[in-house]
């Protein structure tokens, strides 16, 4: 990274956010942490991040850390502690449960809730030691912290003023909105409603958004930030939080958190299941996207996203990475997401269009989530070739492959051996190729972090959406005082008649635009900003 920060620089990147690079037995990526105070190995020394933070605030840009506390790993000193004994002092750091009334530790069913993991099976583990079962919402090696305990808390918040000492300038917070279970009084863990065909049930409703979530942010913030000196970013990751909550997470006199990752409009093409993958629908995304906008106009603030660690490659999903449409499609989504009011996250390598990898078999994956839904499946005898399917269309995997920085052995990645292959275009779409064409996909990012910085509009202007229920042109306005962009994007290979969907587009100035020589029709996957009159 330290080698990158001029790529960075040229793009016009404000704040650099790290996946965990902590120490960790790497069962999750890097999400199973050891020890919340170092620095893997595998990613380079303590000195070398604070090197990092230097360089990055030489340039004017700031470092987020991501903030893992939902869990541990197993591994942790903590859990080690927990695990030791009953009557350890640190039992009570995590959930620990014996079995169900009745019924024997290692029972079929005997698990304290019918809670599924994210990651398949139940989300309790027995301790053979001691009898218990305890909850691990992820993987069985990433036990949950007890957030009830005030021990944990203080823990928790003097390792990130240590951080902040350090010169780190906030936290993305992993899944946040799940660190207050609904436990009553007797410190009973309620089950969830039965999922179809499974033995299992959906604690979700137990531990999305529970009942003294907000008790902690705001604990958090005085405990952290408040008093002070500087300008901080926090940023709650919130599977299912609804736009009323993120409200209330997001306003500013409540000091919970600056903005929310929500997850509602990479749900819009998923039936079921994550697995279970439906087309987008257009108007969908206009709903939701457009809900987002005016319900967050007035207080809070939005985080705009297509791509991160845990979705697959926008351009694959959303896009046509066919090669005649990628580098259009891929600068048409990046123009409609980046006009939006709130702040754009670009994930590494979506700035020079990477794409899916071109996975032959369930033996090339990495992801826990992908080989366990897998195993899981074939235990329930669906069709191998339609599970296969499903697992190249929406694995983590896809997002996780290297930055492809040039045509050089392993794109320039590292002369190691990575922990997934390069994606074979990456000889065709690497940095180096970019750098220096003016109708990349790089050098249109670049034009659309200009505009963002040098345009009130486009950072603060309303926002007011257009063509609501027309299934291939998103088209919006964004204006601020006497000031109106008018934003329209051909998310499809029909061309359009712009003047006829559009007539206050005629005649408007082109501000921004993906494809050269702009006439009456949108073409297939083009984009322009345009100023109204």
């Given amino acids: 990274m330290l080698r990158r920060l001029d790529h960075l620089s040229d793009l016009g990147v404000d704040v650099l956010w790290l996946s965990p690079v902590y120490p960790s037995p790497q069962a999750d990526n890097g999400y199973d942490i050891s020890d919340y105070q170092g620095i893997d190995p595998l990613f380079g020394t ?105 021990e944990v808390r203080q823990a928790v918040y003097a390792m990130m003023r240590w951080w902040l000492d350090r010169g780190v300038d906030g936290f993305r917070m992993d899944v946040i909105n799940m660190i207050s279970k609904a436990v009553g009084p007797d410190g009973h863990l309620p089950d969830g409603p039965p999922l179809p065909g499974s033995a299992l049930g959906d604690g979700t409703p137990h531990f999305f958004c529970g009942p003294r979530i907000h008790e902690f942010l705001q604990e958090m913030h005085r405990e952290v930030f408040a008093g002070r000196e500087g300008a901080f970013l926090t940023v709650g990751e919130m599977p299912g939080v609804t736009v009323e909550e993120a409200r209330l997470f997001t306003h500013p006199a409540r000091a919970e958190v600056d903005m929310v990752f929500q997850f509602e409009h ?46 697959p490659r926008a351009v694959s999903r959303f896009g046509d990475d066919s090669p005649e449409c990628r580098r259009d499609s891929a600068t048409c989504l990046a123009t409609l997401l980046h006009l939006h009011r709130g ?10 269009g990477m794409a899916n990898y071109p996975f032959a078999t369930v033996d090339d994956f990495r992801d826990l989530e992908s080989v366990n839904h897998f195993a899981a499946a074939m235990v329930a005898g669906e069709d191998p070739t339609a599970v296969l399917a499903s697992l190249r269309r929406m694995s983590r995997d896809n997002a996780r492959t290297p930055v492809q920085w040039d045509a050089s052995p392993n794109a320039g990645f590292t002369t190691g051996t990575p922990w997934l292959p390069v994606n074979p ?3 065709a779409w690497n940095a180096a190729a970019q750098r220096d064409d003016p109708r990349s996909v790089l050098a249109h990012y670049r034009r659309l972090i200009a505009l963002r910085h040098e345009n009130r509009v486009v950072a603060l202007g309303r926002f007011s959406m257009l063509l609501p229920d027309h299934d291939e042109v998103y088209a919006f306005t964004r204006s601020l005082g006497d000031e109106v962009l008018l934003v329209v994007c051909n ?32 073409r297939p996957w083009e984009a322009r900003v345009l100023r109204v009159p």
Avoid: C
């Fill in 343 to 352: 702040t754009p996250y670009v994930y590494q390598g979506q700035e020079i």
């Fill in 491 to 522: 998310v499809s290979r029909t061309p359009q008649p712009l003047a006829e969907l559009l007539p206050e587009a005629v005649g408007a100035e082109l501000v921004l635009g993906n494809l050269q020589d702009a006439g009456p029709t949108l």
């Fill in 425 to 427: 275009d990456a000889t």
């Fill in 46 to 150: 303590l000195a070398q991040l604070d090197e990092l933070i230097a360089q990055l605030h030489a340039r004017g840009m700031r470092l987020v850390m991501d903030l893992v506390v939902n869990h541990t790993s197993d591994e942790h000193p903590w859990f080690e502690e927990s695990r030791s004994s009953p009557s350890s002092p640190k039992r009570d750091w995590y959930w620990w449960r014996p079995p169900r009334p009745g019924m024997g530790a290692g029972d079929p069913g005997a698990e304290p809730t019918n809670w599924q993991s994210f990651f398949s099976g139940p989300a309790w583990t027995l301790d053979e030691a001691s009898g218990e079962y305890y909850l691990h919402l992820f993987a069985g090696k990433q036990p949950d912290l007890n957030w009830e305990n005030p």
């Fill in 266 to 311: 990479v749900g819009l093409d998923q039936g079921s299941s994550k697995w279970d993958v439906r087309p987008l629908r257009l108007r969908d995304l206009k709903a939701s996207f457009g809900r987002w906008q005016a319900e967050l106009a007035d207080v809070g603030w939005n985080s705009l996203y297509w791509d991160n660690h845990d979705q």
